[in-house]
């Protein structure tokens, strides 16, 4: 649930995007979608930030502050917190001005109007059926239930008895999975039995495994059969042996066939992204801004032929939540080929914006980010 919440915020912006799988929202709810986006950001900025393990002045007074824009901008989904008397309500009232509207438009004096007159008339109709539901679905909504009650004593709750996870209930139910599993293991006739065995078994080679990690850590010499047998753990580290922890990198995996695609042209051809040569001058300009306009369309000429390597795995070494390891994100892009043999994958991404110059200020909902969909992955 934790690391959910890492990617619930961009789920949520690329599903408020205009994207070919969705009808494209009107310019009109623009304000209102902004307005959500950083309702759920500092909810979820909220919620993370309580989880840490050691808390400060500064992480406290940061709770208060983003529970206290979050109440500023939860208005936005009011509509949504109301009950199925109270849905069903605006449908009957806007049915019924849905007719009168019909019936004053089937006037005569307004059939003689021009196209416009009679355009702006049915907007305006249209923006009052809107209001009119958004008042039924507003009345008598409320955020006064417990749990959300709950989150506002986080802070006295930390201040006083320290960090929250020591209530964290995420033990005990994961104390449940191997007694589950050695449910589905039995043949669920006289269960019981077999679920205590099973349940035995895997316990004894958890602390048989646990018992040869502490020899390894204790021997001055390791027993040859012992050795064979396991390797040293590493604790709180999540990265393969060939990625170092001292400099996490990005690295690109799964190559693809060079001989259908060997540069750039090709590659545009094939994966049908935006005008790459327009991208690549702009990426040229942007990283050596002193090179010469005639040194650039040169040097942006001989990049469109050179060769190229493409790729479909983005592989990205990232932090854990509390700073104490590093795990591995593989973003992927199929490009033309079928993910699984069932759809292509352009995985959306985050891209941090340019760092904004001295004296100013670049601020959103997200925090500087912008999300993306992956296009292409390849290596020049």
């Not at 930030?49 to 979050?70: C, P, W």
């Not at 007694?179 to 958890?206: E, G, W």
């Not at 396991?230 to 999540?238: A, D, K, L, Q, V």
Request: aromatic content about 8%.
């Amino acid at each position: 649930m934790r690391n959910l919440l890492r990617v619930l915020l961009g789920v949520f912006t690329a599903t408020l995007s205009q994207t070919t799988d969705a009808d494209p929202i009107a310019s009109r709810h623009n304000p209102l979608c902004h307005k959500a986006i950083l309702c759920i950001r500092y909810i979820i900025d909220y919620i993370l930030i309580a989880q840490y393990q050691v808390h400060t002045s500064g992480t406290i007074q940061s709770m208060k502050d983003y529970l206290e824009d979050f109440h500023k901008h939860k208005e936005v989904s009011l509509r949504f917190r109301g009950t199925k008397s109270v849905k069903n309500a605006p449908k009957q009232a806007s049915k019924g001005l849905h007719e009168e509207h019909q019936r004053l438009l089937a006037l005569d004096d307004l059939r003689q109007q021009t196209p416009t007159k009679r355009q702006k008339l049915q907007q305006e109709l249209r923006l009052e059926t809107e209001e009119l539901v958004h008042d039924f679905l507003t009345t008598g909504a409320h955020y006064n239930f417990p749990k959300r009650h709950l989150i506002s004593h986080f802070t006295d709750q930390i201040t006083r008895y320290g960090s929250l996870l020591q209530y964290c209930t995420e033990i005990c139910e994961a104390s449940h999975k191997p007694l589950k599993d050695a449910y589905r293991q039995s043949n669920h006739i006289n269960a019981m039995p077999q679920i205590i065995r099973t349940y035995m078994q895997a316990h004894s080679f958890v602390m048989w495994e646990r018992n040869i990690h502490q020899w390894l850590t204790e021997l001055d010499h390791i027993p040859k059969d012992i050795h064979d047998v396991i390797h040293p753990m590493r604790t709180n580290f999540y990265l393969p042996q060939d990625v170092s922890a001292d400099l996490p990198r990005s690295k690109l995996q799964g190559r693809m066939c060079n001989k259908t695609m060997y540069n750039i042209q090709i590659l545009q051809a094939i994966y049908e992204p935006p005008d790459l040569q327009t991208l690549t001058g702009s990426y040229l300009r942007h990283n050596h801004p002193l090179i010469l306009s005639e040194q650039l369309d040169s040097d942006v000429a001989r990049l469109m032929d050179a060769l190229l390597e493409a790729v479909n795995i983005l592989q990205v070494v990232l932090p854990t939540f509390n700073d104490d390891g590093y795990n591995l994100h593989r973003m992927r892009c199929t490009g033309p080929n079928l993910f699984r043999k069932q759809d292509r994958r352009n995985d959306w991404v985050f891209i941090r914006r340019r760092k904004a110059t001295a004296g100013t200020k670049v601020t959103g909902g997200l925090n500087c980010l912008i999300p993306g969909k992956l296009n292409a992955l390849f290596k020049l």
